[in-house]
């Protein structure tokens, strides 16, 4: 069962550093799209940096008020997961021609 945490005050350099700044949910600077591939009309796959990290992150989109914008559906895979699946594409592919 989950604990709920327990809150904590902020001491005086948050205070003082807070101003009128909202808190945002990804840091633009910090995380930036280098390819993008589009499987199909709500699909896409991309390569992405997260701090210092690589993600290649295959996504599900959705158009709200003319702007497409990523979904929950999706997966970000490191680049240690992502040269997993690559190993094992020969034999996915084989169990896919299996079942067809």
Do not use: C
Request: hydrophobic share 30%; proline share 2%.
């Amino acid at each position: 069962m989950w604990k709920k945490g327990s809150k904590r005050k902020a001491d005086e350099t948050e205070l003082s550093d807070a101003g009128d700044a909202k808190p945002t949910k990804n840091d633009k600077a910090e995380s930036g799209i280098q390819l993008v591939f589009e499987l199909s009309k709500n699909r896409k796959v991309s390569v992405k940096t997260l701090g210092n990290k690589i993600l290649v992150d295959i996504r599900e989109f959705y158009t709200k008020d003319g702007n497409t914008l990523p979904g929950k559906k999706g997966i970000s895979l490191t680049l240690d997961q992502w040269n997993i699946l690559k190993e094992h594409m020969s034999e996915i592919d084989y169990a896919i021609k299996e079942e067809s």
